[in-house]
T-cell receptor, first 112, second 117 residues
């Protein structure tokens, strides 16, 4: 089955700097890669996703890149703000409505 | 409904007792998933229902765990003879019908925090 690895497990950045989280996956058939943000004590929420026919997608301060050949994808957050502090999970699946395999999560702390 | 609804939000039970957790998905969402999240950990897949197809039970950790769903409606996750290691937040999510134009991806419920004492 699919295996998703996520790095780093924790990330501390100064407000205004950029944050990058990287994930690798094992199943070459995977073609849908969402990212979820989970604030303390709350449910995970989808923040951005990308499909395998696209190499990069951007939404305001967040962007995701995908390298299908290397089987890795990354989340980029620019101009970080304290409200970006949360746990971020990457995931992979063979289709956008199917079972997602999640990475272990990255705790992002943005310090003022 | 407007979102995925889970009940109860919190459940404290004694070791050895059975518990039943409920998930009410977004209306029209054909797919429903259960995940387990231990404190400070990631999301562990348990079971997946897609319409009237046979569920994918590959993530259930033992035969003490079972889940049911009737059609595209409510699902219940049952844990029999609970153990302390079952303590976790149990998250339910639903997603829309395959091939629709609505936004993809899971919508999670708020979860049920289960504590086995």
């Amino acid at each position: 089955g699919e295996n998703v690895e996520q790095h780093p497990s924790t990330l501390s950045v100064q407000e205004g700097d950029s944050a990058v989280i990287k994930c690798t996956y094992s199943d070459s058939a995977s073609n849908y890669f969402p990212w979820y943000k989970q604030e303390l004590g709350k449910r995970p929420q989808l923040i951005i996703d990308i499909r395998s026919n696209v190499g990069e997608k951007k939404d305001q301060r967040i962007a995701v890149t995908l390298n299908k050949t290397a089987k890795h994808f990354s989340l980029h957050i620019t101009e970080t703000q304290p409200e970006d502090s949360a746990v971020y999970f990457c995931a992979a699946s063979k289709d956008s409505w199917g079972k997602l395999q999640f990475g272990a999560g990255t705790q992002v702390v943005v310090t003022p | 409904g407007a979102g995925v609804s889970q009940s109860p939000s919190n459940k404290v039970t004694e070791k050895g007792k059975d518990v039943e957790l409920r998930c009410d998905p977004i209306s029209g969402h054909t797919a429903l998933y259960w995940y387990r999240q231990r404190l400070g950990q990631g999301l562990e897949f348990l079971i997946y229902f897609q319409g009237n197809s046979a569920p994918d039970k590959s993530g259930l950790p033992s035969d003490r765990f079972s889940a049911e769903r009737t059609g595209e409606s409510v699902s219940t996750l049952t844990i029999q003879r609970t153990q302390q290691e079952d303590s976790a937040v149990y998250l339910c999510a639903s997603s829309p019908r395959a091939g629709t134009s609505t936004p993809y991806g899971y919508t999670f419920g708020s979860g049920t925090r289960l504590t086995v004492v």
